[in-house]
């Protein structure tokens, strides 16, 4: 990873990550009341890629809250990273890198497979932005080339109830209720070529939109 910690330094912080997900990301999950369903899905060791659903500018806090046993790594929107305040934080606690949105930014797509390449665990948020409340945005085909081109298990998961922290409408009032939950490991059966991306980032996306029916269920 000596390539990706000279432009990220921050990566080999993890007592840093450690210190806030206890701190602000714990007070977080506590105030929205935060419920997690099937945390056990997710691998404790090696590199995987977990999928999930967008409602929320807090979504990646309450994510890593809620995996809880190791590391989250994030890409975040590169305007984040121009914010003096927030990019210290994302930076050096919140094991972001930036990605730009509106194009395909490979060089984001191509740190994401290398910090998989290193056996960690990498989050995307496949629709490239936040969904309104209950509904999902059709994938970006990025996150289908990352799930082909590293071949490493993909866990789904359903973010639900963080849109009335600050979502993509106006904060809704009262005491919000946030469920995340985790499916199970699974890989693509699709070659790695790119007529199959935008095919493999919409499976994964109807793989995060079964997790309703388990979410309440549970």
């Known amino acids: 990873m000596e390539q990706l910690?000279?432009?990220?330094?921050?990566v080999k912080r993890k007592k840093a990550y450690w210190v806030w997900l206890h701190t602000v990301a714990r007070l977080l999950g506590f105030l929205c009341r935060l419920r997690v369903i099937g945390r056990e899905n997710i691998p404790d060791r090696g590199p995987v890629l977990l999928m999930?659903?967008?409602?929320?500018?807090?979504?990646?806090p309450l994510v890593a809250y809620a995996v809880m046993k190791r590391?989250?790594?994030?890409?975040?929107k590169?305007?984040?990273?121009?914010?003096?305040?927030?990019?210290t934080l994302?930076?050096?606690?919140?094991?972001?890198?930036?990605v730009k949105r509106g194009r395909a930014d490979l060089t984001a797509l191509k740190t994401a497979l290398e910090v998989l390449g290193k056996g960690e665990l990498v989050c995307i948020f496949p629709e490239g932005q936040r969904a309104p409340a209950g509904r999902f945005v059709r994938p970006k085909?990025?996150?289908g080339m990352v799930a082909l081109k590293s071949g490493v298990p993909v866990v789904p998961c359903l973010i639900e109830g963080s849109e009335a922290l600050i979502g993509k409408e106006k904060l809704i009032g009262g005491v919000p209720r946030v469920t995340i939950?985790?499916?199970?490991?699974?890989?693509?059966d699709l070659e790695d070529r790119k007529d199959n991306y935008q095919k493999a980032a919409d499976f994964i996306m109807e793989k995060i939109k079964e997790l309703k029916g388990e979410d309440k269920s549970s």
Do not use: C
Not at 71 to 76: D, E, L, Q, R, S
Not at 78 to 87: A, C, K, Q, Y
Not at 181 to 188: S, V
């Open 5 to 10: 910690t000279k432009k990220y330094p921050w």
């Open 52 to 60: 999930a659903n967008h409602r929320s500018y807090l979504d990646p």
């Open 71 to 76: 590391p989250v790594f994030f890409m975040a």
């Open 78 to 87: 590169s305007e984040l990273f121009e914010m003096p305040v927030l990019s």
């Open 90 to 98: 994302i930076k050096h606690w919140g094991n972001a890198f930036p």
């Open 141 to 143: 085909w990025g996150a």
């Open 181 to 188: 939950a985790f499916g199970k490991p699974f890989q693509l």
